[in-house]
């Protein structure tokens, strides 16, 4: 079932994709993984923003667990990165949580992050950076999850904003793994890490739409620096003094016409290792990941290694836990989310007597049945949440929550 609703500070439609309400809603598998994928959400910068989250197998929500981002490309959506990655049956096999959020300028029918290019996001005034770090502080406060072990990736529009995160989240984030991307020439200019960063980076020497020797983007026109100068960038703010170690993997699929070869960076500050993995004829894809129709356009998709398997194991190693040279928040840091919940007397009318809110993961609110004609003090958190009365299986309709004072 699919249930549209209207944002509340555009006339646009937010695509909400449910597998069915019955007294749990999005409690179902979603893009086949084993565990569950749900849809969430927090209100941010005025907008409301969707993310999923994969648990993986087993799953219990009282162990705390290390959490992997995947950020999507652009004109993509969190079902596209959990498509192109498949990074949710990674988790399953190592037991951490997936989390795909969704950008929020739209883009030709998907979406776009505001990764620093002066894209469609950027121009909106989009701030992704203080989303993904609001979205850090909602994990933290909903999930068990180790705040420490928090690590980021993405493709292309992901994959710069992957970097940008590096340079801008670094106390935030255990370890950045960008694929398909770089960074812009003007935004590389002020990057200004404030630790040393993991970066593990996977690029295409025949990549169509991201220059491996940088350069002019056709796509957008933006000047981006080489994957040279982008690792050289890493080594250096890291402190590595060691390698590259070169190492040549198998070629054990012959007819994906590419190879890969990865360089390490070590004994750097931290142990915050910059490693790339140069995929030698291949183009703007994820390495692992076929799709026939998309290597038109793209190029090759090497078959040799699986990407989120090597993301998983480069991110395993690190913890944010060492040599912050600020303490968070940090001078022009973005704030940490408050959305702190239903401002005083917010009305819920609905013909029925009492009514029960559920987040769009699922869960029942821990106030339980909520006075639908009175006013509700209760702590609940922004965004959005389904209404429905007690015994009805039906969706009634979805519902926005705004901070307190909004």
């Given amino acids: 079932m699919r249930i549209s609703v209207s944002k509340c500070d555009q006339n646009v439609l937010v695509r909400i994709y449910t597998c069915g309400f019955a007294v749990v809603l999005m409690a179902c598998t979603f893009c086949g993984g084993v565990g569950a994928n749900t849809l969430d959400s927090i209100y941010y910068q005025d907008r409301f923003r969707l993310y999923r989250v994969h648990e993986p197998t087993g ?36 037991g951490f ?22 894209g469609v996001a950027d121009q909106m005034g989009i701030d992704d950076v203080g989303f993904i770090a609001a979205l850090i502080d909602t994990l933290d406060e909903r999930r068990a999850i180790d705040v420490n072990r928090i690590y980021v990736s993405g493709v292309s529009n992901g994959g710069f904003m992957t970097q940008r995160l590096a340079c801008e989240l670094g106390d935030r984030i255990a370890a950045a793994a960008p694929v398909c991307a770089t960074m812009d020439v003007d ?57 590259p170690d070169s190492l040549q993997y198998p070629n054990t699929v012959t007819d994906d016409n590419s190879t890969v070869m990865r360089y390490t960076q070590g004994a750097c500050d931290c142990d915050a290792k910059v490693v790339l993995y140069k995929v030698i004829g291949g183009g703007h894809t994820w390495p692992g990941v076929e799709n026939p129709s998309y290597e038109r356009i793209a190029g090759e998709t090497n078959e040799d290694i699986h990407a989120s398997e090597e993301i998983w194991n480069f991110c395993r190693q690190h913890t944010r836990t060492c040599n912050t040279t600020a303490a968070y928040p940090v001078a022009g840091a973005h704030r940490r989310y408050t959305g702190n919940g239903m401002r005083p007397g917010t009305r819920m009318p609905l013909s029925a007597s009492r009514t029960y809110l559920y987040s769009l993961s699922g869960a029942v609110l821990p106030q ?39």
């Avoid at 350069?215 to 390698?243: E, K, P, Y």
Wanted: with cysteine; glycine share 12%; net charge neutral.
């Fill in 59 to 94: 799953y219990k929500g009282t162990d705390i667990h290390a959490v992997v981002m995947v950020l999507h490309g652009g004109t993509g959506s969190a079902e596209s990165a959990i498509n192109f990655s498949q990074m949710d049956r990674v988790a399953d096999t190592a």
């Fill in 97 to 118: 949580l997936a989390v795909f959020p969704q950008g929020y300028a739209e883009a030709r029918g998907g979406y776009a992050w505001a990764d620093g290019r002066q």
């Fill in 187 to 243: 935004y590389f200019a002020g990057c200004l890490p404030v630790r040393p960063v993991p970066v593990m980076m996977v690029m295409g020497t025949e990549d169509p739409f991201v220059p491996y020797e940088g350069g002019r983007m056709s796509s957008s026109g933006r000047d981006i620096v080489s994957v040279d100068t982008m690792i050289s960038f890493w080594v250096q703010n890291n402190n590595c003094l060691a390698g």
């Fill in 368 to 406: 339980g049945a909520v006075p639908t004609e009175r006013s509700h003090s209760g702590h609940i958190a922004a965004g959005l949440y389904v209404r429905s009365r007690p015994g009805d299986k039906s969706v009634r309709s979805v519902y926005p929550i705004l901070p307190n004072g909004r």
